[in-house]
């Protein structure tokens, strides 16, 4: 396709070329600069051709298939990816919340094993006591 609009270019510019004649039917360019315009005549319907070309294929990349357009699914797109963040942010903050439940059971678990050794103490004070006692007891029985 391309070589074949290059090929259509040159061609128009042959004749194109051609017919550039005054009014007294002379040639307005010479031999020299005539090939060199339609050299490059030529070449810019090659270069035409490729951004053609190149113009396809975006479009193409654009183009949908299934009814919707190219705005339709960067819309769409940007919502679920809004979804995904406020899902994302969710569970970093249920993540942080977690683990300051966490910070705060560790702290409650040594609080409560300070207090126990209180009472763990105090079990073994009134034990002494009940062993005094006991022993007092047994010798006045006796």
Not at 34 to 60: D, F, N, P, W, Y
Request: charged share 25%.
């Amino acid at each position: 396709m391309i070589i074949g609009i290059g090929l259509l270019g040159t061609g128009a510019a042959i004749v194109w070329v051609a017919t550039l004649r005054d009014e007294h039917g002379d040639r307005l360019i010479d031999t020299a600069t005539s090939a060199v315009l339609v050299a490059l005549l030529g070449t810019a319907g090659t270069i035409l051709g490729l951004v053609l070309q190149r113009t396809g294929e975006v479009r193409h990349q654009v183009q949908n298939d299934h009814g919707t357009n190219f705005r339709d699914d960067l819309d769409d797109t940007r919502s679920e990816i809004a979804a995904v963040r406020d899902i994302a942010e969710h569970a970093v903050r249920a993540a942080q919340k977690g683990s300051d439940d966490t910070v705060q059971l560790r702290e409650d678990v040594q609080q409560l094993r300070e207090d126990l050794g209180g009472t763990q103490s105090d079990i073994r004070g009134i034990r002494r006591d009940i062993g005094r006692l006991t022993n007092h007891l047994t010798q006045k029985e006796s």
